[in-house]
């Protein structure tokens, strides 16, 4: 087999640049990430699906374009992959559940057309949690994720196949979906950069819904300029999209090197969000004496006591499984056999919430929306652990169980609120395990929540750790 890896190594725009200066070809680029899905992917478990045909049309129809014309975009001959609830014309998308294994849509989600008409390149369809309903990608019929770092891991999820593919470089980027933290969870498990953006600024359209008050669209990628410049090209309003809100027009680039001088950072320090391993309490502490470095003053937060976040966040899985009830009743009637039984069991117990119930939970997401606003008229930033675990044994049944119960402690409440969030590396474990900040922004600013990731990944080295997978 060719050593494709320094292909495989370059980031979003690092590959955009070489494509654009035809310094690189899409096939080349294509053909080196499907090898390293066929040598690693046994391992890892993160594609249910490679598209290698459809990856390889696509790729010359890319490389032929760019030299009749000389026009592209900044994606274009890019190879990407898919969290598999994302539909994909032609091409089986399952939502992880056993019901689905033979589905093929008529049509692509809305992001992946914006995706394909830019150029870029499909390469298959990612592993995660039965139809997005847990923490784990320990899928019951498709078999469990593997975390690069350590394969006896969890990747996280419930969007666990498109960070481990991320991080193990078998794509430049993925896409997720995030309800109550299921991209940034695993990336923090497993070291990448998680975008949830603001409720409504990415179309949801053509992704299977698991909650249609908290899902959001969202990308895995290896660096914060990355996720900007995905942005950039999927921030479009799509008229069709129920759920979509229409933004002002922002640039995501420009001021992504100008830093946070000045800036006025709340740090989440409480008996809630200090409920971590003691590893990532450091790391986070660490983090915000890196900010304070880079000229921001970062100042204690009692949040829980300020947000409400615990009650926010059990009411959070009220509004999801009560809305996953409703949108899987007939299957539920029918066919429960079909469904795993974690996720079963998950819809039965949340999912019969009274009509009182899931008032109160409404009630909490207008709350933390107005909550956050009001937090961000005197900071310009939250930062906050992303978990409160680093990693989770996949043959540890104990630690499993705590997982579904907590790894969403310290993500689900800014779903509620709909502000944007992302994780981002801030350390390893003594284990060699990947650890996440979590920073939250005001709703509608992801060009300012990414301007500070982008201010702490150009300070710090995490973001440039790989894991040890032998090709």
């Known amino acids: 087999m060719t050593d494709t890896t320094a292909l495989t190594q370059l980031s979003l725009v690092q590959a955009a640049q070489a494509i654009g200066a035809r310094q690189l070809s899409p096939l080349a680029l294509t053909e080196a990430y499907l090898q390293r899905i066929e040598a690693l992917n046994p391992q890892l478990n993160a594609f249910l699906t490679v598209t290698a045909d459809h990856a390889r049309a696509s790729a010359r129809k890319a490389e032929a374009a760019l030299h009749s014309s000389g026009r592209y975009s900044a994606l274009h001959g890019v190879p990407f992959a898919l969290k598999d609830l994302y539909e994909t014309k032609g091409i089986r998308t399952t939502a992880g559940a056993k019901f689905w294994s033979d589905r093929v849509p008529q049509r692509s989600a809305h992001l992946v057309e914006l995706l394909e008409q830019r150029g870029a390149v499909l390469l298959g369809k990612l592993n995660m949690h039965e ?17 690069p770092y350590n394969l006896a891991y969890s990747v996280g999820g419930s ?13 430049v980027a993925a896409l997720g979906s995030d309800t109550r933290g299921s991209i940034r969870i695993p990336a923090a498990l497993c070291g990448v950069v998680g975008l949830k953006p603001s409720y409504g600024r990415l179309s949801v359209r053509g992704m299977l819904p698991l909650s249609y008050s908290l899902d959001h669209a969202g990308t895995l990628t290896r660096t914060v300029e990355d996720a900007a410049l995905l942005m950039a090209w ?16 922002d640039d995501f680039l420009s001021e992504l090197d100008h830093g946070v001088s000045d800036w006025y950072i709340a740090l989440a320090d409480d008996e809630y969000f200090n409920d971590c391993e003691p590893e990532i309490q450091q790391a986070v502490r660490a983090a915000a004496a890196v900010f304070e470095a880079l000229g921001a003053q970062v100042v204690p937060l009692r949040a829980e006591a300020r947000l409400n976040v615990k009650e926010t966040t059990q009411l959070s899985r009220t509004l999801v499984a009560s809305e996953a009830a409703l949108i899987y009743a007939e299957r539920l009637q029918r066919t429960p056999e079909l469904f795993g039984a974690d996720v079963l069991a998950r819809l039965r117990a949340e999912g019969g919430a009274s009509a009182v119930e899931y008032a109160k939970a409404r009630r909490a997401q207008a709350l933390a929306a107005w909550q956050m606003e009001r937090l961000f008229e005197e900071y310009d930033l939250l930062i906050a652990p992303c978990t409160p675990m680093i990693g989770v044994r996949l043959d540890d049944e104990s630690a499993k169980a705590m997982a579904r119960a907590r790894l969403s402690a310290f993500t689900a409440y800014f779903n509620m609120a709909g502000v944007p969030s992302l994780s981002l590396p801030c350390g390893f474990s003594a284990q060699g395990l990947p650890i996440g900040l979590q920073l939250v922004a005001p709703y509608g600013a992801e060009a300012h929540l990414l301007r500070a990731a982008f201010a702490y990944e150009q300070a710090t080295q995490w973001s440039a750790r790989a894991p040890a997978l032998a090709v």
Not at 131 to 137: F, M, N, S
Not at 138 to 143: I, K, T
């Open 159 to 171: 969007s666990g196949g498109s960070a481990a593919a991320v991080a193990a470089q078998l794509c």
């Open 131 to 147: 139809i997005a309903l847990g923490v784990l990608t320990d899928n019951p019929y498709y078999g469990a994720c593997r975390n």
């Open 234 to 249: 999927l921030s479009e309003y799509d008229r069709d999209d129920p759920y979509a809100v229409r933004f002002a027009e």
